[in-house]
C-alpha cells in the first residue's frame, strides 16, 4: 500500500468532517424513528432516496427492506461490500434526549442508526469525490437483532447479484475510547444457539411426591449438571458459555406439574466446540431425564455462527486504520467476543472483516460508557466523520488504480 502525502488524509477528514453535521442530523432522524427487523420501512426509504440522488444503482428487496447502492468508476474488475445494520430493539428508551424514540417500546439501542448514518456519509463522498477503479457495493442490512437478516439477504441472492472479493462490516462499542478503531483476526465474535427443553413428567399432589415424577427436580439437576460440560468437557482453554435464562414449571406450592421447561443461551468462539456442546447437551438432558423417570424434548436451533475474520483481509483494514488514524488510536488485535453478529454468515462465504469503533469509555469525551441493549445507550455523534472517513479510505485503497 502506497503511503498518501499527509495533506491527502487532511483534505479526506476536512471534507467528511464538514459534512458531518448534515448525517449527524440523519442518525438523530433515524434514531428518533427506529423500526424493528424486517420493518424498517422509513429508514429504507431515506437510504434508497439518498443513494439514489447521489447516483448509485439501487436494488431493494433483498432480505424483505434490505437495500443495496452500488457505484463503479474506471475499468478496475475488482469489487469490495461494506454493510451497515438498520433495525432496532424492543426497548423503551430512557436517554430523555429531545430526538428520543417517537416509537413506544422500540429503541435503537445498539447504534445501528450511527452504522447507517455512517455508511451514508461514506456513499456521498465516495460517489461524489471517491478516487477509485472498480465496484462498490453498500449493503444496508435488515435485522441483525436475533432475525438473521444477513442470512436471509444472502439467501435471496446478495452475492450472486453483487459479488464482492471482500466484505467489511463495522459496530461501536462502549468502553473503547471515541474513535479507537479496534482489529482482530481469526475467531472474533461467538456463536450463538437457542436451546429450548421440554421436561414431561407426571404431576401429582405436592403432598405425596412418590405418586409422581416431578419435573422441576429433574429441571434442577439438569441446570447444574449443564455447568459441568464447561467444566469438564471443554478444552479450558477454549470459550464456552451455557447460560439457563429461564426455568418454567407449575403454578401452586402444593401441586408437582406436569411439565418444566428451560430456556438456554449457548455460545462458543470454536466451531468445533460449538458442535461438542450440542452434542453433550442432548447427552446429559436425555441422560438425566431418564435418572429422575421423566421425559426430555430438546428444541435446538442454530442461530448466528462463529464470526471469524480473515487474516488478508484483517491485516489490510488495520493498514487502513493506522493510516487514517495513527497506531495510536488503532488495537491491532483486540479481544474476542462473547456476543454474536450476523455479520458472520456473510464472512462464511466472502473473505473480510469486521471491526469495532470505540464510542467513548466515559474520560473527558463528553459520552458515558453506557452498553448497548441499554435503554440509556446513545451513540456517538463524533464517530460520524471517523467512520465514514474510515470506509471511504477503505474503498480507495481496496479498488485503488494500478499503472
Known amino acids: 500500500m502506497n503511503a498518501p502525502s499527509d495533506a491527502f488524509l487532511h483534505d479526506k477528514l476536512h471534507a467528511l468532517h464538514a459534512q458531518a453535521d448534515e448525517f ?5 432522524d433515524i434514531h428518533k424513528h427506529p423500526e424493528m427487523g424486517y420493518k424498517e420501512y422509513r429508514t429504507s426509504d431515506l437510504v434508497a432516496e439518498q443513494l439514489t ?9 433483498l432480505g424483505g427492506t434490505g437495500v443495496v447502492g452500488q457505484i463503479k468508476k474506471g475499468t478496475g474488475s475488482k469489487s469490495i461490500g461494506i454493510r451497515a445494520d438498520m433495525d432496532a430493539l424492543p426497548i423503551d428508551e430512557a436517554t430523555g434526549l429531545p430526538y428520543a424514540s417517537c416509537n413506544v417500546g422500540i429503541m435503537h439501542a445498539c447504534g445501528h442508526d450511527g452504522h447507517t448514518a455512517m455508511l451514508l456519509a461514506a456513499a456521498k463522498h465516495i460517489a461524489q469525490k471517491g478516487v477509485f477503479s472498480g ?27 453483487f459479488p464482492c472479493d471482500a466484505v467489511f462490516g463495522m459496530h461501536n462499542m462502549p468502553g473503547h475510547p471515541q474513535g479507537q478503531l ?4 481469526g475467531s472474533a465474535m461467538a456463536s450463538s444457539d437457542n436451546v429450548t427443553i421440554t421436561i414431561e413428567g407426571t404431576g401429582g399432589h405436592g403432598a405425596v411426591p412418590h405418586r409422581a415424577a416431578d419435573p422441576v427436580v429433574a429441571g434442577s439437576a439438569i441446570v447444574m449438571g449443564l455447568q459441568s460440560i464447561v467444566a469438564r468437557n ?6 464456552a458459555i451455557i447460560t439457563v435464562g429461564a ?16 430456556k438456554l443461551s449457548v455460545r462458543s468462539l470454536n466451531r468445533e466446540v460449538r458442535i461438542l456442546l450440542e452434542q453433550r447437551i442432548t447427552e446429559l438432558v ?5 435418572s429422575y423417570g421423566v421425559k426430555a424434548h430438546i428444541d435446538y436451533k442454530r442461530g448466528y455462527p462463529v464470526l471469524v475474520n480473515h487474516l488478508k483481509e484483517t491485516d489490510f483494514a488495520r493498514d487502513v486504520g493506522e493510516e487514517l488514524v495513527g497506531a495510536d488510536k488503532v488495537t491491532r488485535q483486540g479481544r474476542a467476543l462473547t456476543g454474536s ?11 473480510g472483516s469486521y471491526l469495532l469503533i470505540g464510542n467513548g469509555d466515559g474520560t473527558g469525551d463528553g459520552h458515558g460508557v453506557c452498553m448497548v441493549h441499554n435503554p440509556g445507550y446513545d451513540f456517538n455523534d463524533q464517530n460520524v466523520a471517523i467512520g465514514s472517513a474510515y470506509w471511504s479510505l477503505l474503498v480507495e485503497r481496496f479498488l485503488a488504480e494500478r499503472d
Open 286 to 290: 436425555h441422560a438425566q431425564a431418564q
Open 135 to 161: 465496484t462498490v457495493n453498500l449493503i444496508f442490512q435488515p435485522a441483525e437483532e436475533g432475525l438473521g437478516g444477513a442470512k436471509k439477504m444472502m439467501e435471496d441472492g446478495l452475492f450472486t447479484q
Open 53 to 61: 440522488a447521489w447516483g448509485y444503482e439501487v436494488t431493494r428487496g
Open 182 to 185: 479496534v482489529f482482530r483476526d
Open 24 to 28: 449527524i442530523a440523519v442518525r438523530r
Open 234 to 239: 471443554i478444552d479450558p482453554q477454549e470459550m
Open 247 to 262: 426455568f418454567n414449571a407449575g403454578v401452586a406450592n402444593n401441586v408437582i406439574p406436569q411439565h418444566a421447561t428451560l
Open 341 to 351: 453478529e450476523d455479520f458472520a454468515f456473510m464472512l462464511e462465504e466472502v473473505p
